[in-house]
């Protein structure tokens, strides 16, 4: 029990990392709550799941600007893009609060303002982790970051139970109160973070396309970079949309219920990320690290296959259990597997490349959305799930040396 907590206590022996965690805590909370309370509240008042696959599109599609974000970080520090970006949510939220207050909002205001945070809200999980490569000793890396997606993995619970709770409890508005105050904390605790303010590498007269280009030729010739981004790509298409965009649909269309049981199948994939994110933060998962996330990857389409077959509530609930915490146990190493073969100068850059990846979700609920218009949501889940597990094969066998090899560095754990 001691050398549990003393894993557990390790990260937060560093300054920054203690106001960071409650920062990211906020932002996540307010995140899932805003998702899920907008998704539902699209679905329901346009009445079309192409206006929820849109909605949930435009939450990512800002990822292409991520990269830029890794520059501004590599030059400026992460302190100040914190800044900017939480004072932005905080703005944006009080806007639809004001709006809801005076029921004035709509579906199109929702689109226009998930447009806006968009924009940055793909590189926040880029800024995080960043962040934490550069303020966390390099041997405590995996378990810091299991224990910082642990604010998003306990925030998808608690915004998937108190987010529609609160709206079919409260109504919309007072939802928008509660956002805004967790957005404004996470601005508070952010000004406490610290980490590099300024880079002197590379030369601030280099241009940032110069930078960006020389990040892309970085990648390039790093197989475990170049196979941890395909796999990022691969589970961001054919994986994240049942979770992150379709949810609200498959909880009305194929288990029939309402917000609660829409909340309770949110929360259950929550719970299962939070546990698989314990796990890693306790900094003893010895299946090694880039082999962990291509096992963990097969098995997460897996579930996602039989779920896809599932209409009683309860069942789909464990099983979603199941997917967050194998999905936890893939994504985590992934970030690890980069950081660990990133050269410091190149950090912000490459987690930056790392969310363009992003856009694998927005083009695969795009594409989700008329597939299942024409042969049906289980026609549509068989395809994404079976052509997942067959790329990640593929990914394991196009860079087995660097990826499953055990001698490979993205292998060791430590």
């Given amino acids: 029990?001691?050398?549990?907590?003393?894993?557990?206590?390790?990260?937060?022996?560093?300054?920054?990392?203690?106001?960071?965690?409650?920062?990211?805590?906020?932002?996540?909370?307010?995140?899932?709550?805003?998702?899920?309370?907008?998704?539902?509240?699209?679905?329901?008042?346009?009445?079309?799941?192409?206006?929820?696959?849109?909605?949930?599109?435009l939450q990512y599609f800002g990822s292409v600007l991520s990269p830029m974000f890794g520059v501004a970080g590599d030059r400026l520090g992460y302190r100040r893009l914190f800044l900017v970006t939480r004072g932005a949510y905080t703005a944006l939220a009080a806007l639809l609060m004001v709006s809801a207050f005076m029921a004035t909002l709509s579906p199109l205001l929702v689109i226009g303002v998930?447009?806006?945070?968009?924009?940055?809200?793909?590189?926040?999980?880029?800024?995080?982790y960043a962040l934490v490569g550069q303020t966390v000793p390099a041997d405590q890396l995996t378990g810091a970051l299991g224990i910082s997606r642990m604010t998003a993995d306990s925030a998808r619970i608690a915004g998937a139970l108190a987010g529609v709770g609160t709206v079919a409890q409260?109504?919309?508005?007072?939802?928008?109160?509660?956002?805004?105050?967790l957005y404004l904390s996470s601005f508070l605790f952010s000004i406490g973070v610290a980490g590099k303010e300024a880079s002197t590498s590379p030369p601030i007269a280099r241009s940032a396309f110069g930078e960006l280009v020389a990040a892309f030729e970085y990648v390039w010739t790093r197989p475990e970079l170049l196979g941890a981004m395909s796999l990022a790509f691969l589970v961001n298409f054919f994986a994240f949309p049942f979770t992150l965009g379709l949810l609200p649909y498959i909880a009305k269309n194929v288990y029939e219920v309402g917000q609660a049981g829409f909340g309770a199948l949110s929360a259950s994939f929550a719970f299962g990320a939070l546990l698989g994110s314990l796990v890693l933060g306790l900094n003893r998962f010895s299946l090694g690290t880039a082999r962990a996330m291509l096992v963990t990857a097969i098995l997460w389409f897996s579930c996602l296959l039989f779920f896809s077959f599932l209409t009683e509530l309860r069942v789909g609930m464990f099983l979603l259990v199941c997917t967050g915490f194998v999905q936890s146990l893939s994504m985590t190493p992934l970030a690890a597997v980069m950081l660990r073969g990133t050269e410091p100068a190149f950090r912000g850059r490459v987690m930056g490349m790392r969310m363009l990846a992003i856009w694998g979700l927005p083009a695969g609920l795009l594409a989700a959305g008329p597939l299942?218009?024409?042969?049906?949501?289980?026609?549509?889940?068989?395809?994404?799930?079976?052509?997942?597990?067959?790329?990640?094969?593929?990914?394991a066998r196009r860079w087995h040396r660097a990826l499953w090899d055990k001698t490979a560095p993205s292998h060791q754990h430590r």
Wanted: proline share 3%.
């Fill in 1 to 57: 029990m001691t050398n549990v907590q003393s894993s557990l206590r390790a990260p937060f022996k560093v300054r920054s990392f203690c106001f960071q965690w409650p920062a990211d805590l906020a932002a996540s909370f307010a995140f899932e709550m805003e998702i899920l309370v907008l998704g539902w509240y699209v679905l329901v008042e346009s009445g079309s799941v192409m206006m929820l696959v849109l909605y949930g599109a």
């Fill in 114 to 128: 998930a447009a806006l945070v968009g924009l940055i809200r793909p590189s926040d999980n880029m800024m995080r």
């Fill in 170 to 181: 409260f109504g919309m508005a007072t939802a928008y109160v509660v956002i805004t105050a």
């Fill in 372 to 395: 299942i218009a024409w042969v049906g949501y289980q026609t549509v889940a068989f395809l994404y799930t079976g052509l997942g597990i067959v790329l990640t094969l593929c990914i």
